[in-house]
């Protein structure tokens, strides 16, 4: 399974948003799906996550109400809305497709992740 995640880019702060991942395959369609993140000098942390039944999602307390995570099974896609963009907010973002169906909060739960996407705020 591949996953290719798009739409980072340079955005004002305050700005929004819209990151897409498209699956290779169906294969993940069964799966929770997630988002995280890695700033210059940090460590890779969970950004936000749902299940495959688009139910349940999980948001990191940083991004909560703030950022939106949505998925179509049909398309094989996950997305992750961002608004009201802060400058620590400037980090490469990975999909990834987990383990089993639940939206997990867990990296090492995670079996398949996208390449990253850009995303820079500026103050």
């Known amino acids: 399974v591949q996953l290719q995640a798009s739409g980072g880019g340079l955005v004002q702060a305050g700005g929004s948003l819209r990151l897409s991942c498209a699956a290779s395959?169906?294969?993940?369609?069964?799966?929770?799906l997630g988002w995280f993140r890695r700033a210059p000098g940090k460590e890779r942390e969970f950004v936000a996550a749902?299940?495959?039944?688009?139910?349940?999602?999980a948001y990191a307390d940083s991004v909560k109400g703030r950022f939106t995570i949505s998925r179509d099974n049909a398309k094989n896609m996950v997305f992750l809305q961002m608004d009201s963009l802060k400058p620590e907010d400037t980090a490469i973002y990975y999909c990834a497709a987990a383990r089993s169906s639940a939206a997990t909060t867990i990296t090492t739960n995670y079996r398949y992740w996208g390449q990253g996407t850009q995303v820079t705020v500026s103050s």
């Open positions: 395959n169906r294969a993940v369609s069964n799966n929770g």
């Open positions: 749902i299940d495959w039944r688009n139910d349940r999602t």
